[in-house]
């Protein structure tokens, strides 16, 4: 079994070597396709960046009435908090409220006069909510409306919830991102289907220069297994050299966008990323790269091995 596996191994081997060009055409191909793959996984996480930042810009707040009492506030923040919908939850006084609005109207005199002229703070202390998913926050409103239902008239906690005014502009988010992840992710499988069958008749149109070699090993009673394994060894080898030349080529072009992903991404470095994921970019692309070697040498040479 060992001596056979070790002769499969050689013939592979020597195959590969011997067929410099084919095996060089094979992989040019299957660097190709891993190179699309490997970008498109690249242009999906920056996809996920972009929407994960517009997300983070969008949110809801809780304003609390100047009256209200400051353990009714924390046990409201605390029922929110623990909203398992709920991403964060921003608490600001009413005197980090104020110290704000002096801050932002630093430069407006009459605001600032206005503000003096008040016996107390006017402003309201507030919590400002953000969702896991921009599809959540309707969920989050219902159940902060329902806790202001059930408050007192004569003494209410809750004086606004800015839901209903940000709620065209949530459900506009929520269409984009779901349209966009629809459509990357067709755009994803169409690439990667090109780019199999490509590869699969590249391997195939490799396999055929050797179809009076196959030929003669059938006349002299080989096993099919004998015949195929030393074309899957190619694919396997094909794959390989494949998914290192992708990571070679990625690293370079990574490295130049890097700062300029980092500047328009919000501080996402695209070769900080390849670097930090390096292993499973690497399995991956290494991977499918030698699954599609193999299985587009086992597929070719099976047309062969029926005649």
Known sequence: MLTALRRITRAGFVGFWRSAYVSLASIFVITITLFVIGSTMFISQLLDTSLKTIQEKVDINVYFDVA???????????????????SSVTYTSREEAL????????????????????????????????????????????????????ESVQAP????????????????LTTIIDAVERVSFAIMVVLIIAAVLITF??????????????????????????IRGPFMVQGFMYGLVGGVFALLILYPITAWLGPRTEEFFDGFNLLTYFINNFSDIFLTLVGIGIVLGLFSSILAVARYLRV
């Open 68 to 86: 209200a009492p400051q353990e009714e506030v924390d046990a409201i923040k605390a029922a929110v908090e623990a909203l398992p919908e709920v």
């Open 99 to 150: 110290a704000k609005y002096r801050e932002k109207n630093k430069n407006n005199e009459i605001a600032l006069q206005a503000l003096a002229e008040l016996d107390e703070n006017p402003l309201e202390a507030d919590i400002a909510i953000q969702a896991k998913e921009t599809s959540q926050y309707e969920s989050i409103s219902r159940f902060i409306e329902e806790k202001r239902a059930a």
């Open 157 to 172: 906690v809750i004086s606004k919830v800015t839901y209903n005014d940000n709620k065209d502009s949530i459900d506009t």
């Open 201 to 226: 008749n590249t391997i195939r149109l490799a396999i055929y220069t050797a179809r009076e070699e196959i030929s003669i090993m059938r006349l002299v009673g080989a096993s099919n297994m004998f």
